[in-house]
């Protein structure tokens, strides 16, 4: 029984894990979209007091600015100015997160692109446009006198998740036969002092930093905080020189819009309009300073062990304990597991929340289900078997190990109790049917208290006799010394139960007591599917019923020889000599049980099993 049990944990464990996995891998949209939230959430959540990045700047072209130099977009000369001042200004490097794909006049283009020489330091955006696919199908960039004045292209595709977000970024895009970075990429190199970037595969190197990366060349974004962390500036202000030129030495500047009617707003975990000059200033800082989000092969791993692992741990407590106790266990667990993907989370691993909390709560549903059907039956079948024969005790001791009662017949060493009524037909012929069953009533559920007092099975009620015994359906290693401790209480009830039928009115009863001890069959006898009952039968049990009716003329329990030698130590007995009793060849020895020896220590309160 108990190896079956097992089978069943490790299928249930097996397939709930196998199945989880399987969806893991798969990645449906549905379940990614789940984990794509508690992405966004974990970023809010943990992200409490952000800090500013000194040395990058925001040059944004708002509200201010477009009310002062006109509606967008503007003269390129205004691009001119702001070149020439942050150049003179010592800024680090210009990033313009903005392109320009069509001439507005000679002049003024001739002019922006002396400027861009003349910096040295600038680098100008490019745009990509895909096919439903997710190939490249064409380029939209600068006019070639530009173009080719600038240090470097840069590329500012920044592309949303299928709900809008932005969490990713593509930091190298191939278009016939050259690479070009991102934005953010771009911004990195300038704040790191390195000119070019490497691939090694999928992976992108810059210089000392390897950037963590998917087969796609993406890498996670790691927002520091809401829109406005990074200093800005008005780009009117920096042109018509209101910003101090030490506010623009050795930064980096990100030059882009930032009001809302130019409409480069992002979605990202902190805002709905994010302005998508500050996510290419964040990717820059996230890989300037090696503060990534990493969601490769190592927090793979972890994922599918804390699949395995808390599978296996809700199948074990689900199976093993009360609903009372699993159900709270479980809630921690999936709490614990969202803390741990937190502190994870913490450290730069973006460690799955969805998977192993769907394996928690499908393998506690699976095996919860199993377990009402499986280990709950067998419990209730246990308890509506035995229920009625022995003591609440007892029972859950079965129910928690079923292993304990063989169901089945089979031979075992029992100390037996029959219990009998005297002259009951007399005393029953004198009164109404009504009286008997009243005070019979009262007899027998005061001897069965006494036989579940001391942990006895009850076997049946013959009539008004009842037989009782120990050591089945558990093993009990005193089943002896219980069985003639519940026999004198059962003798010493007699005086009370009497004075109280007298003081009723009512003629009151007498009843003599026989036990013994030997091998019987115990186990369900009867016709499978009709009628099956848990029992005791055999010679023994024949021969108790017989040595009874000794206990009539010795006022007291009685014992056979079998049993006395096994409770002799703490037992006063009188020998009642030898009596041959029907179907018996050989005189049986039998004893009066007068009581316990004054130094017998009390009875324990819990009776001792063990298991067959």
């Known amino acids: 029984m108990k190896i079956n049990r097992l089978k069943n944990i490790h299928v249930v464990a097996l397939l709930s894990i ?61 691009y001119a100015t702001l070149l020439d001042v942050t150049t003179g200004a010592g800024a680090r490097a210009v990033l313009f997160d903005a392109f320009f794909p069509e001439s507005q006049t000679r002049p003024v283009d001739d002019a ?18 895909f096919d439903e696919s997710g190939n490249v199908a ?45 934005l953010g990429l771009a911004g990195a190199a300038e704040l790191m002092g390195i000119k070019t970037f490497e691939r090694d595969g999928a992976r992108v190197l810059l ?33 018509k020189g209101r910003v101090p030129a030490d506010k623009l030495k050795d930064r980096v500047l990100f030059v882009g819009a930032t009001a809302l009617g130019i409409y480069d707003m992002r979605i990202t975990p902190f805002s709905n309009n994010t302005p998508g000059v500050e996510v290419n200033a964040g990717i820059a800082d996230n890989i300037a300073t090696g503060n990534f989000i990493r969601r490769a092969g190592p927090e793979k791993l972890i994922d599918l062990a804390l699949i395995i ?32 993907a937190g502190f994870m989370f913490l450290g730069g691993r973006w460690i799955s929340i969805v998977y192993p909390v769907l394996c928690i709560l499908l393998t506690s549903a699976v095996t919860g289900y199993l377990r009402f059907f499986i280990v709950d039956r067998q419990a209730r079948e246990i308890r509506s078997m035995f229920s009625s024969y022995v003591s ?20 075992r060493e029992l100390t037996i109790l029959f219990a009998d009524v005297q002259n009951y037909t007399t005393y029953s012929e004198k009164r109404s049917p009504a009286d008997v069953v009243r005070i019979l009533n009262d007899y027998l559920a005061a001897m069965t208290d006494i036989v579940m007092k001391y942990d006895g099975t009850l076997d049946k009620f013959l009539g008004d006799g009842i037989l009782a015994y120990w050591n089945a359906p558990l093993l009990q290693d005193n089943h002896t010394e219980l069985a003639v401790r519940c026999a004198l209480e059962m003798m010493a009830s007699i005086g009370p139960l009497q004075k109280k039928w007298l003081s009723a009115g009512d003629e009151p009863i007498t009843w003599g007591i026989g036990l013994n001890t ?12 009709k009628k099956m009952e848990y029992t005791a039968i055999g010679d023994n049990v024949n021969l108790t019923y017989r040595i009874q009716n000794e206990s009539r003329d010795a006022r007291c329990a009685v014992i056979t020889r079998s049993l006395y030698e096994r409770v002799k130590h703490i037992v006063i007995a009188e ?30 309160d819990v009776p001792e099993y063990r298991r067959g």
């Open 309 to 340: 692992i808390l599978g296996v741990a809700t199948t074990l407590m689900i199976w093993n304990l009360r609903h009372s106790v699993s159900l709270p266990l479980t809630v921690l667990l999936i709490a614990g597991q969202a803390a741990f």
């Open 18 to 78: 196998i199945f989880v996995i399987g969806l893991y891998y798969l990645q449906t949209n549905l379940l990614e979209g789940f984990e794509d939230n508690t992405y966004d959430l974990r970023m809010k959540a943990l992200r409490t007091s952000p800090k500013s990045r000194p040395n990058i700047v925001i040059i944004a072209i708002d509200e201010k600015t477009i009310a002062e130099l006109g509606r967008f977009p503007f003269s390129r000369i205004h």
């Open 518 to 529: 030997g091998e019987v069959i115990v186990g369900n006898i009867g016709a499978v599917g």
């Open 575 to 604: 020998p009642l000599g030898s009596f041959l009793v029907k179907g018996k060849r050989i005189p049986i020895e039998i004893f009066a049980l007068r009581g316990l020896r004054p130094e017998t220590p009390a009875a324990d």
């Open 207 to 239: 210089g000392p930093r390897r950037i963590p990366t998917d087969g796609e060349r993406r890498t996670l974004i790691n927002y520091a905080g809401p829109p406005g962390l990074y200093e800005r500036f008005s780009f009117t202000d920096v042109v």
């Open 392 to 411: 609440k005790r007892v029972v859950d001791l079965l129910v928690k190990n079923p292993e304990m009662a063989k169901i089945g017949g089979e031979s």
């Open 138 to 182: 064409g380029l939209t960039s600068n006019i070639p006198v530009l173009q080719n004045a600038a240090e470097r292209i840069a590329h500012i595709n920044v592309l949303p998740e299928s709900d809008g977000f932005i969490r990713f970024t593509k930091l190298g895009i191939v278009y016939q036969g050259k690479i070009y970075p991102s």
């Open 112 to 129: 922006f692109a002396a400027a861009i020489k003349r910096s040295g330091r600038v680098t100008l955006a490019c745009g990509f446009e």
